[in-house]
């Protein structure tokens, strides 16, 4: 798993050089600066977040890496989003979005989108996770994609390449208690998810576009 590993990171380095660069013209503003964490936050389990060659390596025990950086004072809630990803075979990853830190456990606020091209669970790459889920594949292992989240109000539309895969809006009568009851759209901050320790995935190229 070692030797397939190293070589999967290697095969990503030479493809970052020829991935398509955000300018952060525009008003996107950049979150990630391709050298460290600096801005984002981890609590248990923090060693299955590293940056190798511009990237970040999200392979190890279940973790959540989030955003709690000076852009918006780490709060959003109307922006547009994009990220560059790269997914081995049989990865389970996520971007959530309108979250909170926590130390550990999966986040209880906001919803994820889900990365997931190969792994055994059905939910693919796109789906606003366990709520409105795609069956579908779109994009392929060991090739990088561009994942693009919008979020307007009440509604949430995910575009992978370019193409529209979810249009998503929020219904009015969502769940107070329980829970279940944080998992709907307030405002919040970005989170990269760590599912599982065959997991690997590579995020670079994370942006937003703070939306009015």
Not at 7 to 26: E, P
Not at 95 to 119: L, R
Request: glycine share 10%.
């Amino acid at each position: 798993m070692k030797k397939i590993i190293t070589l999967f990171i290697l095969t990503c380095s030479l493809l970052t050089f020829t991935a398509f660069k955000f300018s952060g013209a525009d008003g996107w503003i950049s979150l990630f600066d391709g050298k460290s964490l600096n801005g984002w936050k981890v609590g248990d389990n923090a060693e299955t977040f590293s940056v190798k060659d511009g990237m970040i390596v999200v392979h190890g025990k279940t973790a959540h890496l989030f955003y709690d950086g000076d852009v918006m004072n780490h709060n959003f809630k109307n922006f547009e989003f994009k990220a560059d990803v790269m997914t081995h075979q049989g990865t389970n990853s996520g971007i959530y979005i309108h979250t909170g830190y926590q130390q550990g456990g999966w986040p209880a606020k906001g919803y994820e989108i889900q990365v997931n091209n190969s792994h055994t669970d059905w939910r693919r790459t796109g789906s606003v996770y366990g709520v409105d889920d795609i069956k579908e594949v779109y994009v392929k292992d060991n090739e990088w994609f561009t994942m693009d989240i919008t979020v307007q109000g009440k509604r949430i539309l995910v575009k992978l390449n370019d193409k529209l895969v979810k249009d998503f809006t929020e219904p009015e009568n969502l769940p107070h208690t329980g829970a279940d009851s944080l998992r709907r759209l307030s405002s919040g901050t970005f989170a990269l998810q760590g599912h599982d320790p065959n997991s690997l995935t590579f995020f670079k190229n994370i942006m937003v576009k703070p939306l009015p």
